[in-house]
């Protein structure tokens, strides 16, 4: 059975920084491409970034450099590091996993965690 499960959220005020994590089971995560979305109350769920078999990262425009997608093969984990965090960045971000990089922007990724609330304050 394939689980993604995200971890690393909570409330922060503006300006600072979150790590979340999205561990995997049941799936060889080398083999997948896998990404961040984000949907916030009352909005789409919109595409973050995601980081295809070599490493290679995409992100959505809104990002502007501000966060960071990565991989740790052996322990086959996912990571968002967010920085310069804006109440505007609040939403619930799931990580989700697919056959290449195409599938998983278009959100047509095969498998998908439950989701974990981000807060920014103001």
């Known amino acids: 059975q394939v689980q993604l499960v995200e971890s690393g959220g909570g409330l922060v005020q503006a300006g600072g920084s979150l790590r979340l994590s999205c561990a995997a089971s049941?799936?060889?995560?080398?083999?997948?491409?896998m990404g961040w979305f984000r949907q916030a109350p009352g909005k789409e769920r919109e595409f973050v970034a995601v980081i295809g078999y070599s490493g290679t990262t995409y992100y959505g425009d809104f990002v502007k450099g501000r966060f960071t997608c990565s991989r740790d093969y052996a322990k086959n984990t996912m990571y968002l590091q967010m920085h310069s965090l804006s109440p505007e960045d609040t939403a619930v971000y799931f990580c989700?996993?697919?056959?290449?990089?195409?599938?998983?922007?278009?959100?047509?990724?095969?498998?998908w965690g439950q989701g974990i609330q981000v807060t920014v304050s103001s």
């Open positions: 989700t996993a697919g056959e290449n990089v195409l599938r998983v922007k278009k959100r047509e990724g095969a498998y």
């Open positions: 049941g799936l060889t995560s080398s083999r997948y491409a």
